[in-house]
Structures are given as C-alpha cells and as structure tokens.
C-alpha cells in the first residue's frame, strides 16, 4: 500500500535536481519558478468493459455521465529559453458515472408480457465513481512564444496517480444487488495541453487519458450464488486549470 512518507519521498527526489539546477540556472539565464492551481475536470469513461451475469453490454448499452470534478497542486518548473520541465504534488477528485440499461436478462427484472399498448418499463443500474488520489505529474513544455510578458506553451508527459481508499469509492443505485468495488492504488495517465501565462498568471487547458483500469474487483455485501458482476473501465477528463507562479 502507497503511505503518505513514500509520496514525500518521490516528491523530494524529483523536485531536488530542480532545485539545484535553478541555483546554477541564474548565471545562465534559465531560471526556476514555483506556484500553485486550481482547476476543474469533465470526466468520460473510456475503454469500457460491462459484464453482467456474463452479458456483455455493447455501446447502445450504457452510456457515460459526464461530473464535475476539481484539483489543486504545488507546482515546481525549471525554465530555459525553448522547453520547461514541470513536476507538481496535485490533489485531485475526479468523479465519473456510468448507466447501464439491466432489461432482458436479469431475472430480478423479467417481467411478463405487459398489456398491448402499454411500454414497457426499462430499468438502469447506475455507478457513480468518486476517486480521490494524490497525483504526481512529469511535464515537458515547449514555449511557442516566450517573450518577457505573454507566454504560450504545449507540455506532455504522464501523471502517476496514488489512490487514497479511505475516501474513494463507488455507489451503485439500481441493481438487484448491493455492491461494493475495490481500486487499484496505482494508476498512470498521459496528459497533453496548452498553457498561456501572462506575467505570473496562467490558464492551463488538459486532457488526460487513462492507461489503467481503474476497478481491481467489485464484490457482493452477501454473496449471492451465480451473480456476476465486472466493470471495468479507464478514466479520462478535461481539465481548465488556473494559477501563479513566482
């Protein structure tokens, strides 16, 4: 299991050769910048892989909830002239939704032949995920324009993600059944965006795509004997963030 001191750990060993490097930077006219963000995230599911009682839903099957989601991080950047290198300790809440149509081949919600003229019910099992992690991203900017003032800038790089269980988790509304799942406590994601910076003020604009399947396994709170229930899925989300630095 990730604990807190492992984090502070990494953190201190990725951001020590920034630190060092921007004592040395001042004599070359490079320089070292620290700051902080906030923004808000848009998430989607992707790579989705819905199993029910060995039913495999297909795209017309589920369809994704779009939540909003928020951050906040410490920011370290050491600046040359054409590229920057970027590390930052981020909190992070993301919260995604899934909705699954459930007619047709659960039992619990079999139904006789309704009246002629009369619709049918359909019933939906919904997932709502809230995962709460601290994420450690490495960046690598390249300034488009990087005049004294007015900065414009694409960065990429990949976001390690080091979930906190205590406060993550998911409810599920709607099926037959009470659920629980378990995280992974590690996960990765590759990040692209654009940045522009205006003195010290910046906006950042992000996407991140999920490389790891964020579900380990989804359990019954009693077990119930040929149940079988497997969602797996990949967490991406939109980002516009705001922040300083000095």
Same mark, same amino acid.
Do not use: C, H
């Given at each position: 299991m990730i604990r807190p001191n492992h984090i502070i750990a990494l953190l201190i060993l990725i951001t020590f050769p920034l630190f060092a490097s921007g004592q040395?930077?001042?004599s070359t006219g490079n320089h070292f910048n620290y700051g902080f963000?906030?923004?808000?995230?848009s998430s989607m599911l992707m790579g989705v892989n819905a199993n029910v009682n060995g039913h495999h839903f297909r795209k017309y099957e589920y369809e994704n909830t779009s939540l909003l989601s928020g951050l906040a991080s410490f920011i370290v950047r050491?600046?040359?002239?054409i590229l920057y290198f970027q590390t930052e300790l981020m909190y992070n809440c993301n919260r995604s939704g899934i909705k699954l149509e459930l007619?047709?081949?659960?039992?619990? *919600?079999?139904?006789?032949?309704?009246?002629?003229?009369e619709k049918q019910p359909q019933h939906y099992g919904t997932t709502t995920t809230i995962l709460r992690s601290i994420d450690i991203p490495l960046f690598i900017g390249y300034n488009l324009?990087?005049?004294?003032?007015y900065h414009f800038s694409i960065f990429a790089g990949p976001k390690f993600k080091f979930l906190i269980p205590s406060i993550s988790n998911s409810k599920f509304d709607g099926y037959p059944y009470t659920l629980s799942e378990e995280f992974r406590n590690f996960m990765m994601n590759m990040t692209i965006g654009i940045g522009c910076r205006i003195q010290s003020l910046f906006f950042d604009f992000m996407y991140d795509f999920g490389l790891?399947?964020?579900s380990r396994s989804i359990r019954f709170s009693e077990q119930q004997e040929g149940t079988?229930?497997?969602?797996?899925?990949?967490?991406? *989300?939109?980002?516009?963030?705001?922040?300083?630095?000095?």
């Open positions: 040395d930077a001042k963000r906030f923004g808000g995230e050491y600046n040359t002239d007619d047709n081949f659960i039992e619990e *919600y079999s139904t006789p032949e309704v009246l002629i003229g324009s990087n005049s004294s003032i790891t399947n964020i079988n229930v497997s969602l797996k899925r990949n967490v991406g *989300y939109l980002t516009v963030s705001v922040g300083m630095l000095f």
